[in-house]
């Protein structure tokens, strides 16, 4: 593969992105991986190296993960999936991503504006959160800015929160990934370049992680919710437009 020096370097950007701030690194690296390759490839790849991540962080971070959270996230979202993935078949898909983008915005925005004000404290609140994930994941593929948005406003440090993301992101990324492997997505084309990306999957972790226990708790929540904000501008620009 003559580009795979570029299709490295995008993808130790986006994985420095994911292992930093537990989310983005898909966001960051389809638009430049879709320049080099074919989207559908750049989804897998980008769907096994996530997980791939995943893994390590929940293994090394296990303690920090909100159990509770956790597991309504990812049981809420199983539900969510049927459901996008029948709002796909039936709808403009453009709608469902404006009405995402538009909503994480605002509440965003909101955050930001007020840091302390807006807080998630229902319990119930993970169920809802989880459910819209699964939609927009079944639909999309763009679970992650609903449980970023959850993890936010309900004001989890970086270590609960850097922890728990990656635990959703480890049962939906294995999820997809079967759902790859059934429709028979992952080639050896895929499996080769993950090979490939492995080293540089190990490297982005490990400069993740340094960077991410070098932010202080809450100067990490306005990055991530700078990031959150940048995201889903420019996925609310790319639908417009």
């Given at each position: 593969m003559p580009d795979l020096p570029i299709i490295l370097s995008i993808i130790f950007l986006a994985m420095l992105v994911q292992s930093t701030f537990s989310f983005g690194g898909a966001l960051v690296a389809l638009p430049l991986l879709a320049l080099?390759?074919?989207v559908k490839f750049a989804t897998v790849?980008?769907?096994?190296?996530?997980?791939?991540?995943?893994?390590?962080?929940?293994?090394?971070?296990?303690?920090?993960?909100?159990?509770?959270?956790a597991w309504k996230l990812i049981v809420s979202a199983f539900v969510g999936i049927p459901f996008g993935i029948l709002f796909l078949k039936n709808t403009d898909g453009s709608i469902l991503k404006i009405v995402l983008a538009a909503t994480v915005i605002v509440f965003t925005l909101l955050s930001l504006i007020n840091l302390k004000s807006i807080r998630v404290e229902s319990p119930f609140a993970a169920y809802i959160f989880g459910l819209v994930s699964g939609v927009f994941g079944g639909a999309y593929n763009i679970s992650g800015p609903?449980?970023?948005?959850?993890?936010?406003?309900?004001?989890?440090?970086s270590h609960h929160f850097r922890a728990t993301i990656q635990s959703y992101a480890l049962f939906t990324n294995v999820f997809a990934i079967i759902g790859h492997l059934i429709a028979g997505n992952i080639r050896l084309a895929e499996a080769k370049t993950y090979l490939w990306a492995l080293p540089v999957v190990v490297l982005s972790i490990w400069l993740g992680t340094i960077i991410h226990n070098r932010i202080p708790s809450e100067r990490y929540q306005i990055v991530v919710k700078i990031?959150?904000?940048?995201l889903s501008a420019r996925l609310l620009f790319s639908t417009i437009l």
């Open positions: 080099f390759v074919e790849l980008m769907t096994m190296l996530s997980a791939t991540i995943a893994i390590v962080i929940v293994i090394r971070n296990r303690r920090d993960i909100q159990i509770q959270a609903p449980v970023v948005l959850y993890g936010s406003l309900a004001n989890w440090d990031l959150l904000l940048v």
